[in-house]
Protein backbone atom coordinates (compact mmCIF):
# COMPACT_ATOMS: atom_id res chain seq x y z
CA UNK A 1 0.00 0.00 0.00
CA UNK A 2 1.70 3.46 -1.18
CA UNK A 3 1.77 5.63 2.10
CA UNK A 4 1.61 9.02 -0.09
CA UNK A 5 2.04 9.16 -3.70
CA UNK A 6 3.40 12.67 -3.58
CA UNK A 7 6.08 12.00 -1.07
CA UNK A 8 6.77 8.91 -3.12
CA UNK A 9 7.52 10.55 -6.29
CA UNK A 10 9.54 13.19 -4.63
CA UNK A 11 11.73 10.37 -3.32
CA UNK A 12 11.96 8.83 -6.26
CA UNK A 13 13.01 11.89 -8.47
CA UNK A 14 15.51 12.95 -5.50
CA UNK A 15 17.23 9.79 -5.34
CA UNK A 16 17.46 10.04 -8.90
CA UNK A 17 19.25 13.06 -8.79
CA UNK A 18 21.57 11.42 -6.12
CA UNK A 19 22.51 9.25 -8.46
CA UNK A 20 22.77 11.33 -11.36
CA UNK A 21 25.06 13.51 -9.14
CA UNK A 22 27.46 10.63 -8.35
CA UNK A 23 27.70 9.24 -12.36
CA UNK A 24 28.60 13.21 -13.46
CA UNK A 25 31.63 12.35 -11.15
CA UNK A 26 32.88 10.75 -14.09
CA UNK A 27 32.54 13.71 -16.89
CA UNK A 28 32.54 16.37 -14.43
CA UNK A 29 34.31 18.96 -16.38
CA UNK A 30 31.76 18.06 -19.39
CA UNK A 31 29.09 18.86 -16.93
CA UNK A 32 30.03 21.97 -15.20
CA UNK A 33 30.51 23.27 -19.15
CA UNK A 34 26.81 22.00 -20.27
CA UNK A 35 25.42 24.00 -17.53
CA UNK A 36 27.48 27.35 -17.21
CA UNK A 37 29.35 26.96 -14.62
CA UNK A 38 33.15 25.90 -15.83
CA UNK A 39 34.36 28.87 -14.87
CA UNK A 40 33.48 29.10 -11.84
CA UNK A 41 34.13 25.56 -10.57
CA UNK A 42 37.64 26.12 -12.13
CA UNK A 43 37.96 29.21 -9.85
CA UNK A 44 37.14 26.71 -6.98
CA UNK A 45 39.10 24.28 -7.96
CA UNK A 46 42.63 26.59 -8.24
CA UNK A 47 41.60 28.12 -4.88
CA UNK A 48 40.42 25.41 -2.91
CA UNK A 49 42.12 22.01 -4.62
CA UNK A 50 41.39 20.37 -7.43
CA UNK A 51 39.63 18.04 -5.66
CA UNK A 52 36.74 20.75 -4.27
CA UNK A 53 34.26 20.58 -7.32
CA UNK A 54 34.35 16.75 -7.23
CA UNK A 55 33.93 16.92 -3.00
CA UNK A 56 31.21 19.99 -4.13
CA UNK A 57 29.31 17.80 -6.17
CA UNK A 58 29.25 14.48 -3.45
CA UNK A 59 27.97 17.11 -0.89
CA UNK A 60 25.22 17.94 -3.27
CA UNK A 61 24.12 14.67 -4.27
CA UNK A 62 24.06 13.59 -0.36
CA UNK A 63 21.91 16.04 0.22
CA UNK A 64 19.26 15.23 -2.95
CA UNK A 65 19.72 11.68 -0.48
CA UNK A 66 18.96 13.63 2.56
CA UNK A 67 15.48 14.60 0.60
CA UNK A 68 14.49 11.01 -0.52
CA UNK A 69 15.50 9.52 2.92
CA UNK A 70 13.21 11.87 4.39
CA UNK A 71 10.34 12.04 2.36
CA UNK A 72 10.45 7.70 2.95
CA UNK A 73 10.19 8.43 6.40
CA UNK A 74 7.10 10.44 6.32
CA UNK A 75 5.59 7.93 3.98
CA UNK A 76 6.58 5.43 7.16
CA UNK A 77 8.45 3.21 4.45
CA UNK A 78 11.71 3.37 6.69
CA UNK A 79 11.96 4.39 10.32
CA UNK A 80 10.44 7.79 11.84
CA UNK A 81 13.39 10.33 11.38
CA UNK A 82 13.58 13.18 13.46
CA UNK A 83 12.41 16.53 13.15
CA UNK A 84 10.42 15.04 10.46
CA UNK A 85 7.77 17.81 10.19
CA UNK A 86 10.37 20.53 10.04
CA UNK A 87 12.38 18.16 7.37
CA UNK A 88 9.69 17.63 4.85
CA UNK A 89 8.17 21.42 5.02
CA UNK A 90 12.34 22.54 4.63
CA UNK A 91 12.77 21.07 1.82
CA UNK A 92 9.89 21.78 0.08
CA UNK A 93 10.45 25.43 1.12
CA UNK A 94 14.12 25.10 -0.50
CA UNK A 95 13.33 23.52 -3.56
CA UNK A 96 10.52 26.25 -3.93
CA UNK A 97 12.99 28.98 -3.09
CA UNK A 98 15.24 27.32 -5.54
CA UNK A 99 12.48 27.25 -8.55
CA UNK A 100 11.71 31.18 -7.65
CA UNK A 101 15.20 31.81 -7.84
CA UNK A 102 15.39 30.16 -10.71
CA UNK A 103 12.56 32.18 -12.52
CA UNK A 104 14.26 35.41 -11.49
CA UNK A 105 17.02 34.53 -13.38
CA UNK A 106 15.30 33.48 -15.96
CA UNK A 107 13.58 37.14 -16.74
CA UNK A 108 15.42 38.27 -19.52
CA UNK A 109 16.21 35.19 -21.57
CA UNK A 110 16.64 31.47 -20.23
CA UNK A 111 17.61 28.40 -22.02
CA UNK A 112 15.90 24.97 -21.66
CA UNK A 113 18.18 23.87 -19.08
CA UNK A 114 17.73 26.46 -17.00
CA UNK A 115 14.21 25.89 -17.24
CA UNK A 116 14.03 22.42 -17.02
CA UNK A 117 16.17 22.14 -13.42
CA UNK A 118 13.80 25.39 -12.38
CA UNK A 119 10.63 23.63 -13.46
CA UNK A 120 12.09 20.56 -11.57
CA UNK A 121 12.68 22.23 -8.23
CA UNK A 122 9.22 23.66 -8.54
CA UNK A 123 7.51 20.35 -8.81
CA UNK A 124 9.61 19.14 -6.58
CA UNK A 125 8.88 21.28 -3.55
CA UNK A 126 5.31 21.87 -4.26
CA UNK A 127 5.38 17.38 -4.37
CA UNK A 128 7.01 17.93 -0.89
CA UNK A 129 4.51 20.62 0.24
CA UNK A 130 1.69 18.76 -0.71
CA UNK A 131 2.91 15.75 0.59
CA UNK A 132 3.05 17.08 3.74
CA UNK A 133 0.04 18.81 4.42
CA UNK A 134 -1.64 15.34 3.78
CA UNK A 135 1.04 13.14 5.91
CA UNK A 136 0.94 15.48 8.88
CA UNK A 137 -2.36 16.63 8.76
CA UNK A 138 -3.75 13.15 9.10
CA UNK A 139 -1.20 12.92 11.66
CA UNK A 140 -2.66 16.26 13.18
CA UNK A 141 -6.52 14.71 13.33
CA UNK A 142 -5.58 11.05 13.86
CA UNK A 143 -3.81 12.56 17.51
CA UNK A 144 -6.53 14.91 18.48
CA UNK A 145 -8.76 11.98 18.06
Request: charged share 10%.
Amino acid sequence: MIKNKMLLIGATINFLLFIGHLLCLACLNTMFEIYGIADLMNHYADTYGKSFPYILTVIIALCFLACAIYALSACKIIRRLPLIRLGIFLIAGVFILRAFWGISMMMNGFTYLELSSTSASMIIGLLYLVGGIKVFGKYKNKKRS
